[in-house]
T-cell receptor
């Protein structure tokens, strides 16, 4: 059962453009939503995270938008750079539920010059 | 400081063989997680330790999978009688206990190929 759905599966963006990745969840007990970045041969690394009590969180070029009523959240990468080319995973967690993460299926982002 | 390390980085096993995958978490991290990442997919939770106690093993796919963390630091994931569907990257993550949302730090993974 896929509890976190992610789209698109792959994305090509021009340098300087905005990359947008979307996720939707079903379990209303989720209360922490991180985004991870993964380069080939490496483990995922935390990029930015949000709790549902805010609708947006920004850190540098990365912004999470959160819509609690729609059970959707998205990652925006502003001024995308070739170094941002990686696979991005959204995830969700129930605090106190052992802190295990439920991941989306991933989005492979390529930023072209 | 040193991050999470995993060994071996690559493992090829013949179907039916047993394998053992090691995880060295960040020193002092109380929590340790194992995830399985199939090709082109997101990581899927396998099991969770708090110190030496295995508090959640709901994600282990079968009784061929066994994990331990006897002294609350290094952990080993063992897969008995490997099958082709076990081929995946096995990721280990650790986190400290303090803070509202303790970050999970992932190791580079062990890529297991069962032939």
């Amino acid at each position: 059962q896929q509890q976190v759905k992610q789209s698109p599966q792959s994305l090509i963006v021009q340098k300087g453009g905005i990359s947008i990745i979307n996720c939707a969840y079903e379990n209303t007990a989720f209360d922490y939503f991180p985004w991870y970045q993964q380069f080939p041969g490496k483990g995922p690394a935390l990029l930015i995270a949000i709790r549902p009590d805010v609708s947006e969180k920004k850190e540098g070029r990365f912004t999470i938008s959160f819509n609690k009523s729609a059970k959707q959240f998205s990652l925006h990468i502003m001024d995308s750079q070739p170094g941002d080319s990686a696979t991005y995973f959204c995830a969700a967690r129930v605090t106190g539920g052992g802190n295990k993460l439920t991941f989306g299926t991933g989005t492979q982002l390529k930023v072209e010059l | 400081g040193a991050g999470v390390s995993q060994s071996p980085r690559y493992k090829v096993a013949k179907r039916g063989q047993d394998v053992a995958l090691r995880c060295d978490p960040i020193s002092g991290h109380v929590s340790l997680f194992w995830y399985q990442q199939a090709l082109g997919q997101g990581p899927e939770f396998l099991t969770y330790f708090q110190n030496e106690a295995q508090l959640d093993k709901s994600g282990l796919p079968s009784d061929r999978f066994f994990a331990e963390r006897p002294e609350g630091s290094v952990s080993t994931l063992k897969i008995q009688r490997t099958q082709q569907e076990d081929s995946a990257v096995y990721l280990c993550a650790s986190s400290h206990r303090t803070g509202r949302d303790p970050e999970q730090y992932f190791g580079p993974g062990t890529r297991l190929t069962v032939t």
